[in-house]
């Protein structure tokens, strides 16, 4: 078995395949932040008593599906500039602040939650 050390690639193998699992990651992201969402749906008024905790977890799916919505045009974008032959970029942070602003959220909530319970 013979390797051959003098042909080293000096990028990826197939750019493309690394946009695809980074955009699938996002995916995911957003369809765990929708079925999270989904469960706090069902629980939440139940446990906490009350029509307005279902309020989270409609928050939730819609920044669900303003993360994947970015998500499907990050990877258009992406694929459209790799068809073209131009180096693909990242266009912006928007998914990073979604993400952000839904953490924040949920914890702000979940405090709120345990202030409310404890009164």
Known sequence: ??????ERRTGPFDAGLQLER????WRRTALSVAVGSLVSLRLL???LGGAEWVIPGMIGL???CLLWAVS???HHAFMLRRS???????GGALALMLIAASVASVGLL???????TRL
């Open 1 to 6: 078995m013979t390797h051959r050390h003098s």
């Open 22 to 25: 980074t955009s699938l990651s």
């Open 45 to 47: 008024p139940e446990w």
């Open 62 to 64: 819609l920044l669900a």
């Open 72 to 74: 499907h045009r990050r």
């Open 84 to 90: 073209r032959g131009d180096e693909p970029r990242i």
């Open 110 to 116: 979940a405090l709120i939650a345990v202030l409310l």
